[in-house]
């Protein structure tokens, strides 16, 4: 008979898991009280909810919410991240954190839109640029052309505006003649 702690627990990873747009699953063995606690403030800085999971609740709530893939990437001790934001954020935070404190954190891997990556494809997307960056990318190269052809278009027509007032300068210097 499961308690109701367990009961709650069950609930509350079922409705983390159903808002969020990434789970990314870690190995936290062997980091420090002080580093864990650096690090959930690191990711909640970035709207991302970092739990110690056990195993057999978190994979409950997984055939809750219709994602059994998530069991793929939980094994042994788990601890889980659940991104709400940009897909991207939680793992640059994740490995950032790895690369700057040297943490023995260890990313097992994550479930994307119902892929399962594994843990370099995590790094891959966490060396991806943002969303916002990506698109003021794709504005300016959609811009480019844009320019170009105006500069182009704009031409003939400059040309033609400095020929009238190079003639109308030269009418102008010329002395009125007398009749």
Known sequence: ???????????????????????????????????????????RDKDV???VVKNTLAYIAAENTGRPELKEII????????????????????????????????IRGAVLDGRVLDAAQVEQLASLPGKDELV??????????????????????????RVLQGHIDSMQEQPAESN
């Not at 003021?136 to 505006?161: D, H």
């Open 1 to 43: 008979m499961p308690t109701e702690r367990k009961v709650q627990a069950v609930q509350d990873m079922t409705d983390w898991l159903d808002g969020s747009t990434i789970v990314i699953s870690t190995s936290y063995t062997g980091l420090p009280v002080t580093e864990m606690t650096a690090l959930r403030s690191a990711l």
């Open 49 to 51: 909810r970092y739990k």
């Open 75 to 106: 094994q042994g001790p788990s601890a889980i991240a659940f991104g709400y934001g940009e897909p991207t954020d939680p793992a640059k935070a994740l490995s950032d954190f790895i690369r700057t404190t040297r943490s023995p954190l260890e």
């Open 136 to 161: 003021s990318q794709l504005l300016s190269r959609m811009q480019s052309p844009i320019s170009g052809l105006v500069n182009v278009l704009n031409g003939p027509i400059a040309g033609l505006a």
